[in-house]
């Protein structure tokens, strides 16, 4: 179970932190990736961090601005996310991946587990 926090309302050029915690299960054989969807559309991949840390990877959109990051021991993931554009607004999941390989996957479809969300609204 993945449980998202972290999300609200912010000016253009603000940050946030979004974080994801996991119950019932260690993320450590996990790949974790956070996905946007924005209203009207499809979710879309923002950023993954492969099992241990090894590899990373983001969507243009989001790269130099956004920063995924995992701690194990306490079973999180982090998306700090700065320099917040208007497009930025939308609901970002969690989601988690089993994967040891030392790469991440980019299609919703590879992740096994995911969280209810956080709306991230981004004001002009």
């Known amino acids: 179970q993945l449980e998202e926090s972290g999300g609200g309302l912010v000016q253009t050029g603000g940050s946030l932190r979004l974080s994801c915690v996991a119950s019932?299960?260690?993320?450590?054989?996990?790949?974790m990736g956070w996905f946007h969807q924005a209203p009207g559309k499809e979710r879309e991949f923002v950023a993954a961090?492969?099992?241990?840390?090894?590899?990373?990877n983001y969507a243009d959109s989001v790269k130099g601005r956004f920063t995924i990051s995992r701690n194990d021991a306490v079973n999180t993931v982090y998306l700090q996310m700065n320099d917040l554009k208007p497009e930025d607004t939308g609901v970002y999941y969690c989601?988690?991946?089993?994967?040891?390989?030392?790469?991440?996957?980019?299609?919703?479809?590879?992740?096994?587990?995911w969280g209810r969300g956080t709306q991230v609204t981004v004001s002009s």
């Open positions: 019932r299960r260690a993320i450590n054989n996990f790949a």
């Open positions: 989601a988690a991946d089993y994967n040891t390989r030392p790469y991440v996957n980019r299609g919703p479809d590879r992740y096994d587990y």
């Open positions: 961090i492969a099992n241990r840390a090894v590899h990373s």
